[in-house]
């Protein structure tokens, strides 16, 4: 048998085909992949851990692509290959210097076909953690059942579960999101999730929803502090132990039982905010699965986080364990010799 590795993720990834402008105004487009759980993964991957992704890919060039870029990443590729479907593709617009704009084709792609027994043979050789997303349990029901089956079985034989919500508009409502993700936060050792997602998976009502906006559109105002802390502690007590908020600019807060950290940004300048928030989490996991406490995981998010933004590329960009002090004290524009 295989041993375990350290991180295993499972969900869509796709290639994404980046513009530097208005898609409508043509030009060339640049091919990436793009998916939440892979971000993690290479991440934690260049962290120094052992990681495994695993999901489906058709057929076809797009789906070697993602397996090779993963692979050449140091991340171990666990795959089916559905030869009726399409590998899944997005298109990321830079329509401002300000505002990204992604446009989906993946309705019926190959990774929505995730099922419980991909899961169940992922599972077979074992993880310490096993990190999972609200994207892949909105892709479809047999996706979802995959989702809540993982998060059950790695809880039932002791491995450490992480749930970061990433909750998508364009995927599902969140009524539809709160109804399926709630009772997968049942299992999570660890829930992230941004200020407007907590109340997707907190039992109870989300504080923070004017009943005259749009449902689809999150709290109003965003959530106050006591909101926050009492979502949270409505978590913690159906037993989650740690419960992340990542407030992008404004950095992030972790709540456990023992008290609430909280940590910056790191001041950098920011040319491409797409996977930031994958990023931190990459980091917060792999310092969780290095030892460190609370306070080192948010600071080791946050570093991640800030080479995301800083550079181009959903993960692109992520560092080594040796290039996270680069960020620790460095001057803007500054070249190190």
Do not use: C
């Amino acid at each position: 048998m295989t041993a375990a590795v350290d991180l295993l993720t499972m969900g869509e990834s796709m290639v994404s085909l980046r513009s530097d402008g208005p898609l409508s105004a043509g030009g060339s487009l640049s091919m990436h992949v793009a998916g939440a759980e892979s971000n993690v993964a290479v991440g934690a991957a260049r962290l120094g851990h052992r990681v495994r992704w695993a999901g489906v890919v058709g057929a076809d060039p797009h789906g070697e692509f993602i397996l090779r870029q993963l692979r050449s990443e140091g991340v171990e590729v666990y795959h089916r290959k559905e030869a009726a479907r399409n590998t899944g593709v997005m298109f990321l617009e830079q329509r401002t210097a300000d505002v990204s704009r992604a446009f989906y084709y993946r309705a019926g792609s190959a990774g929505s076909t995730l099922s419980i027994p991909d899961v169940h043979a992922a599972l077979r050789d074992g993880a310490r953690a096993v990190h999972l997303t609200g994207i892949t349990a909105a892709l479809s029901p047999e996706a979802r059942r995959a989702v809540e089956y993982a998060a059950e079985r790695a809880t039932g034989e002791g491995i450490l579960v992480s749930l970061d919500v990433n909750y998508r508009a364009k995927l599902w409502s969140r009524d539809e999101a709160r109804a399926a993700l709630a009772p997968i936060a049942r299992h999570a050792a660890i829930v992230i999730a941004s200020e407007d997602e907590l109340d997707l998976v907190a039992p109870g009502a989300d504080p923070g929803q004017d009943p005259d906006s749009d449902p689809d559109s999150g709290p109003a105002a965003g959530l106050s502090d006591a909101d926050e802390f009492l979502l949270a502690k409505r978590l913690l007590e159906q037993g989650v132990r740690e419960v992340v908020v990542k407030r992008g600019a404004a950095g992030a807060a972790a709540y456990t039982a023992d008290g609430r950290w909280e940590v910056p940004a790191v001041p950098v300048t920011s040319i491409d905010t797409v996977g930031a928030g994958d990023a931190f989490t990459a980091g917060y996991l792999s310092a969780l699965l290095d030892g460190e406490d609370v306070a080192g995981r948010l600071q080791r998010g946050a570093v991640a986080g800030a080479f995301a933004v800083s550079t181009a590329g959903d993960w692109e960009g992520l560092p080594s364990t040796g290039e996270l002090a680069l960020l620790g004290n460095h001057i803007a524009g500054s070249t190190q010799r």
